[in-house]
């Protein structure tokens, strides 16, 4: 994006390559073995540790084994803390607030929290990690909060309306996400013979990821008086989100997309699409695409992104380049799989 165009790099950057050290905890779950996968290909990085206690001494290859013949790093139960200059918390959530309280990580080392626990305001210093509104706080920040993926999702639909002072009237949103979502343990409603060929819905109008999607759209609106009733829903593939949100509005359709386009213009990975916008688009990306079919009196808004990637790795690594003054696609130049 253009703010980055003044951005003074950071001093660790005049090592050369892999001169960013970099920390990974819970590095065994999905998000941890995709983030991984990011950051052996990322320009300025260097894993020192991936922190596994369960699989401390293994192959990093053993257990996320699209990494076979890529590297061969093992997962440790130490965490050295002092040899790094970023660390990436790959925890369920919950943890990662309970986990500082018990250990203690340098001043000068930055941390990413993929969890939920520090995204809404409160007594903590964290930055709300999404890019597309955040980028100046992003930059000075030393924690930054990463999004949840349905919030970015979701957000990202609805951020440009809000600038335009659209959401006068409840909102109905309607989002699928893959199986992957649910993370890498098994359950009940994750193993395939239950997920093929099957579709359910969870927590109906009391998702988690509510809270923080309603401070971004009041954020960007100045207020928020409605509700967003969102309904997520399980898909029965692995990866990807797909998003229905349905505006009020009597404003005029062609100036409302002529506003998206130019709310995204800068933005890295979030593009308007003039045409109607499927999965395979996004997925194995970090983008987000999002378009608009005009109605009488109401807007169709849909958007999709990677759950894994935009919606939390991707993400992390985007925020991991602002926060140091790289280039914020670095490491992330990948391409959809579109068959």
């Given at each position: 994006?253009?703010?980055?165009?003044?951005?003074?790099?950071?001093?660790?950057?005049?090592?050369?390559?892999?001169?960013?050290?970099?920390?990974?905890?819970?590095?065994a779950g999905y998000t941890g073995g995709e983030l991984i996968r990011l950051l052996l290909n990322h320009p300025e990085a260097e894993i020192v540790f991936a922190n596994s206690e369960s699989n401390a001494g293994n192959l990093v290859s053993d257990v996320h084994e699209g990494l076979v013949?890529?590297?061969?790093?093992?997962?440790?139960?130490?965490?050295?803390?002092?040899?790094?200059?970023?660390?990436?918390?790959?925890?369920?959530?919950?943890?990662?607030?309970?986990?500082?309280?018990?250990?203690?990580?340098?001043?000068?080392?930055?941390?990413?929290?993929?969890?939920?626990?520090?995204?809404?305001?409160?007594?903590?210093?964290?930055?709300?990690?999404?890019?597309?509104?955040?980028?100046?706080?992003?930059?000075?920040?030393?924690?930054?909060?990463?999004?949840?993926?349905?919030?970015?999702?979701?957000?990202?639909?609805?951020?440009?309306?809000?600038?335009?002072?659209?959401?006068?009237?409840?909102?109905?949103?309607?989002?699928?996400?893959?199986?992957?979502?649910?993370?890498?343990?098994?359950?009940?409603?994750?193993?395939?013979?239950?997920?093929?060929?099957?579709?359910?819905?969870?927590?109906?109008?009391?998702?988690?990821?509510?809270?923080?999607?309603?401070?971004?759209?009041?954020?960007?609106?100045?207020?928020?008086?409605?509700?967003?009733?969102?309904?997520?829903?399980?898909?029965?593939?692995?990866?990807?989100?797909?998003?229905?949100?349905?505006?009020?509005?009597?404003?005029?359709?062609?100036?409302?997309?002529?506003?998206?386009?130019?709310?995204?213009?800068?933005a890295a990975f979030t593009h308007y699409s003039d045409k109607p916008i499927d999965l395979k688009q996004v997925v194995n990306t970090n983008k987000c695409l999002v378009h608009i079919d005009a109605f009488d009196g109401k807007l169709l808004v849909t958007s999709c992104i990677d759950n894994?990637?935009?919606?939390?790795?991707?993400?992390?690594?985007?925020?991991?380049?602002?926060?140091?003054?790289?280039?914020?696609?670095?490491?992330?130049?990948?391409?959809?799989?579109?068959?």
């Open positions: 994006m253009s703010e980055n165009d003044n951005v003074t790099k950071h001093p660790l950057l005049g090592r050369g390559l892999g001169s960013l050290r970099v920390g990974v905890l819970g590095a013949g890529e590297t061969d790093l093992k997962f440790t139960d130490a965490m050295p803390f002092e040899d790094v200059d970023v660390v990436f918390f790959c925890f369920g959530h919950g943890k990662s607030e309970a986990f500082l309280k018990e250990h203690t990580i340098p001043e000068h080392v930055k941390i990413i929290d993929l969890a939920q626990d520090f995204r809404i305001k409160g007594d903590h210093d964290y930055v709300y990690g999404l890019p597309e509104i955040n980028m100046a706080d992003i930059q000075k920040a030393q924690h930054v909060a990463n999004p949840g993926c349905f919030a970015t999702c979701i957000q990202l639909g609805l951020l440009p309306a809000a600038y335009l002072n659209l959401l006068k009237y409840d909102v109905s949103v309607n989002a699928i996400t893959g199986s992957t979502g649910a993370g890498q343990k098994p359950g009940a409603t994750t193993h395939f013979s239950w997920r093929n060929n099957n579709l359910s819905i969870y927590k109906p109008f009391t998702h988690q990821h509510l809270a923080e999607i309603r401070q971004s759209l009041a954020q960007v609106q100045g207020h928020l008086d409605v509700d967003i009733d969102f309904i997520p829903y399980r898909g029965d593939f692995a990866r990807g989100i797909f998003c229905t949100e349905v505006i009020r509005t009597k404003a005029p359709a062609d100036e409302i997309i002529q506003a998206y386009k130019d709310f995204y213009a800068d894994l990637l935009k919606g939390a790795v991707g993400q992390a690594v985007q925020n991991m380049n602002i926060m140091f003054g790289i280039d914020e696609t670095a490491g992330l130049r990948l391409k959809a799989s579109a068959f």
